[in-house]
T-cell receptor, first 112, second 116 residues
Framework: KQEVTQIPAALSVPEGENLVLNCSFTDSAIYNLQWFRQDPGKGLTSLLLIQSSQREQTSGRLNASLDKSSGRSTLYIAASQPGDSATYLCAVTTDSWGKLQFGAGTQVVVTP | GAVVSQHPSWVICKSGTSVKIECRSLDFQATTMFWYRQFPKQSLMLMATSNEGSKATYEQGVEKDKFLINHASLTLSTLTVTSAHPEDSSFYIC????????????FGPGTRLTVT
């Protein structure tokens, strides 16, 4: 059974520092991996989607890497801002229907 | 961009009553929608996969008679929580899969259900 783990569970950094969020999964047979952002009491915002054949994706200050063979992904957020404060979730697509298996998330606080 | 809406955004109901939550894809047709629940400080847990025109597929441990899912059209799926109890209080989120993209899902804003 696929298990997705995110470390750390919580992270607090001063504004301007780079953020590094880790995600690991136990079964490398995935279709893709996605990173989402969730603000308190809100739905999910998709940040990056990495296909299983890709090694990384970039969007603005965000960069995500994928090492499928070792079951790991890392989300880098450069020059963090207070507006980056949120919970970040990673999820892997486990079947052809698009079913997602989520990690528990990393709660990020960026202090001014 | 693709937009998914949910209605209502929050609802309070009494124990024993039923509550219906709607999930709509506003600018695309979604043959597949997913329903998740999220308890405080926890991640999303998939409840069921909803396919237009066929019965929903429920995850292990989810009571299909309690959580009724109907995917009536290519833009609407509904989740009905029947005979709700306080332990059903949770944040329910739906997502819709855009058939034109490769496994990309668009999430609704969620519905906060409180059962008193």
């Amino acid at each position: 059974k696929q298990e997705v783990t995110q470390i750390p569970a919580a992270l607090s950094v001063p504004e301007g520092e780079n953020l590094v969020l880790n995600c690991s999964f136990t079964d490398s047979a995935i279709y893709n991996l996605q990173w989402f952002r969730q603000d308190p009491g809100k739905g999910l915002t998709s940040l990056l989607l990495i296909q299983s054949s890709q090694r990384e994706q970039t969007s603005g200050r965000l960069n995500a890497s994928l090492d499928k063979s070792s079951g790991r992904s890392t989300l880098y957020i450069a020059a963090s801002q207070p507006g980056d404060s949120a919970t970040y979730l990673c999820a892997v697509t486990t079947d052809s229907w698009g079913k997602l298996q989520f990690g528990a998330g990393t709660q990020v606080v960026v202090t001014p | 961009g693709a937009v998914v809406s949910q209605h209502p955004s929050w609802v309070i109901c009494k124990s024993g009553t039923s509550v219906k939550i709607e999930c709509r894809s506003l600018d695309f047709q979604a043959t597949t929608m997913f329903w998740y629940r999220q308890f405080p400080k926890q991640s999303l847990m998939l409840m069921a996969t909803s396919n237009e025109g066929s019965k929903a597929t429920y995850e292990q441990g989810v009571e299909k008679d309690k959580f009724l899912i109907n995917h009536a059209s290519l833009t609407l799926s509904t989740l009905t929580v029947t005979s709700a109890h306080p332990e059903d209080s949770s944040f329910y989120i739906c997502s819709a899969r855009d058939p034109d993209t490769i496994y990309e899902q668009y999430f609704g804003p969620g519905t906060r259900l409180t059962v008193t």
